[in-house]
């Protein structure tokens, strides 16, 4: 019987965990990594602009760098120095700036109606705050007419880059662990010094990063293989049906039961 894509999807996704020790250093195949990146570039993002860079840091001496001036917290610091790749993910907060680049490949793809691409430009700009004063001239205007007719939410553009920014990183960390690799992505560093030791313009900022690499094994089994996965909240604290709070009904059924019966299908 032929497992279906789902299958093979939550195995993926509930096997998944953040890995807090790495083998020393331990190179991973350029083919890997240049599959893993072509994965992630497939990363969805608001109005395609495409917002997110990463960098990929496998230089001992750099990794040792992050590890020594930016990481805070013991466990961040030596997975820093151990892991194979830092993937740090950068989010452009110049956004007006990548609007000529995008529509370029829009206009190219042919896959865009005329009117889209003529009103992309504005759209793109006028929805995503950039500057603090100009968002908050957009969010008093459209506040005023929401009770009248629907407008948009206006968000400033670090709020925007970070929640495109983690959908890629989120991503990147499913395409490494379909190859066996682990990760574990981290916030605490200080982004200051960070982009300064990776010469990052001001132009971006830094989310998060993503310790890359492989879960670090003595006598040949890995130490942590019993470790129990975190928490999480039982489906129904979690998820509502129609308004905010209303109890979904389709949580009534068993999780295992429905995952045996998945399990039995096909494609």
């Known amino acids: 019987m032929v497992p279906s894509?789902?299958?093979?999807?939550?195995?993926?996704?509930?096997?998944?965990?953040?890995?807090?020790?790495?083998?020393?250093?331990?190179?991973?195949?350029d083919l890997v990594l240049r599959d893993i990146l072509s994965t992630t570039s497939s990363?969805?993002?608001?109005?395609?602009?495409?917002?997110t860079h990463v960098l990929l840091v496998r230089s001992a001496e750099v990794k040792k760098q992050l590890s020594?001036?930016?990481?805070l917290a013991a466990g961040n610091c030596y997975r820093a120095k151990d892991c194979s790749v830092m993937a740090v993910f950068l989010c452009?907060?110049?956004?007006?700036?990548?609007?000529?680049?995008?529509?370029?490949?829009?206009?190219?793809?042919?896959?865009?109606?005329?009117?889209?691409?003529?009103?992309?430009?504005?759209?793109?700009s006028f929805l995503n705050g950039q500057g603090q004063l100009a968002t908050m001239l957009k969010q008093a205007s459209t506040n005023l007419m929401s009770p009248i007719q629907a407008t948009?939410?206006?968000?400033?553009?670090?709020?925007w880059g970070y929640k495109n920014s983690s959908l890629m990183?989120?991503?990147y960390v499913f395409a490494a662990e379909s190859h066996g690799l682990s990760t574990c992505m981290m916030e605490g560093f200080d982004s200051r010094?960070?982009?300064?030791?990776?010469?990052?313009?001001?132009?971006?900022?830094?989310p998060l990063m993503v310790a890359t690499g492989y879960e670090y094994v003595e006598d040949g089994q890995k130490v942590e293989e019993e470790r129990k996965k975190t928490p999480r909240?039982?489906?129904?604290?979690?998820?509502?049906?129609?308004?905010?709070g209303e109890r979904l009904d389709l949580l009534e059924s068993d999780d295992s039961q429905d995952e045996n019966e998945l399990n039995g299908r096909t494609l």
């Not at 990363?43 to 917002?51: D, K, R, T, V």
């Not at 948009?152 to 709020?159: A, H, L, Q, R």
């Not at 909240?233 to 905010?244: C, K, Q, R, V, Y």
């Open 152 to 159: 948009p939410t206006i968000e400033s553009v670090e709020s």
């Open 43 to 51: 990363s969805p993002s608001g109005f395609n602009l495409q917002p």
């Open 92 to 124: 452009d907060l110049e956004l007006d700036k990548r609007i000529p680049r995008i529509l370029e490949l829009e206009k190219d793809s042919k896959m865009r109606d005329p009117m889209y691409l003529a009103t992309f430009p504005v759209a793109a």
């Open 169 to 171: 990183a989120q991503t």
């Open 193 to 206: 010094r960070a982009k300064e030791i990776l010469r990052v313009p001001d132009r971006y900022a830094i």
């Open 68 to 71: 020594d001036y930016v990481m």
């Open 5 to 29: 894509a789902a299958a093979a999807f939550r195995v993926l996704a509930k096997s998944r965990q953040s890995t807090r020790r790495f083998q020393p250093n331990k190179k991973i195949d």
């Open 233 to 244: 909240l039982p489906l129904e604290e979690m998820f509502f049906g129609d308004t905010f």
